[in-house]
């Protein structure tokens, strides 16, 4: 199993572009959760999903729009990227909510 | 907010038991503690979590006081890989009430 993918590792935008992170697992998870870090402190829920075609928003969910058309995939759409944006994002998955699992991040810079 | 309080740091020498306390005073019945932590740059890494008992896996060990009011995370032979940010959760399990809130954490220094 490959666990929890996320791709690109690295991407570097400028204000006002859109681009959407990608995230992917293979363990038939029905949770998946976004998540960003910025330098210092803990991680905010932005969007989470208990299954496809269900969604919600976490703490911080201005200016990002998800989508959950199948159980493996959930990616996470800027649609018009701000310097406030930068930050670290970490996907997560788990059976049911409990024990999360997390990729190993996209570093999101913002020109 | 998180609902948890900890440490902001703590050091350790190699080879020691690490013990990291929280706090977590409002903690309701249905509620459980979760561990989890940062190492540099990574995403987090589930560490264990338990309800009321004393739990042990082969990473840690979780001390649960009777009252639930607080837990101690113990690593018991502290190495320089468990370097890293240590967090306490508390959250019910199951759907979206189990979405994980972090504090800040506690960033252990395991050292020689």
């Known amino acids: 199993n490959a666990g929890v993918t996320q791709t690109p590792k690295f991407q570097v935008l400028k204000t006002g572009q859109s681009m959407t992170l990608q995230c992917a697992q293979d363990?038939?998870?029905?949770?998946m959760s976004w998540y960003r870090q910025d330098p210092g402190m803990g991680l905010r829920l932005i969007h989470y999903?208990?299954?496809?075609?269900?969604?919600d928003q976490g703490e911080v969910p201005n200016g990002y729009n998800v989508s959950r058309s199948t159980t493996e995939d959930f990616p996470l759409r800027l649609l018009s990227a701000a310097p406030s944006q930068t930050s670290v994002y970490f996907c997560?998955?788990?059976?049911?909510?409990?024990?999360?699992?997390f990729g190993p991040g996209t570093r999101l810079t913002v020109l | 907010d998180a609902k948890t309080t900890q440490p902001p740091s703590m050091d350790c020498a190699e080879g020691r038991a690490a013990n990291l306390p929280c706090n977590h005073s409002?903690?309701?019945?249905?509620?459980?503690v979760y561990w989890y932590r940062q190492i540099h740059s990574q995403g987090p890494q589930y560490i264990i979590h338990?309800?009321?008992n004393n739990e042990t896996n082969e990473m840690a060990s979780l001390i649960i006081t009777e009252d639930r009011k607080s837990s101690t995370l113990i690593l018991p032979h502290a190495t320089l890989r468990d370097t890293a940010v240590y967090y306490c959760?508390?959250?019910?399990?199951?759907?979206?009430?189990?979405?994980?809130?972090f504090g800040k954490g506690t960033k252990l220094s395991v050292k020689p």
């Open positions: 997560a998955s788990s059976y049911t909510g409990t024990e999360q699992f």
């Open positions: 363990m038939n998870h029905e949770y």
């Open positions: 999903s208990v299954g496809a075609g269900i969604t």
């Open positions: 409002t903690i309701s019945g249905n509620e459980y």
């Open positions: 338990g309800l009321k």
């Open positions: 959760i508390v959250r019910v399990d199951g759907g979206s009430q189990g979405n994980l809130i």
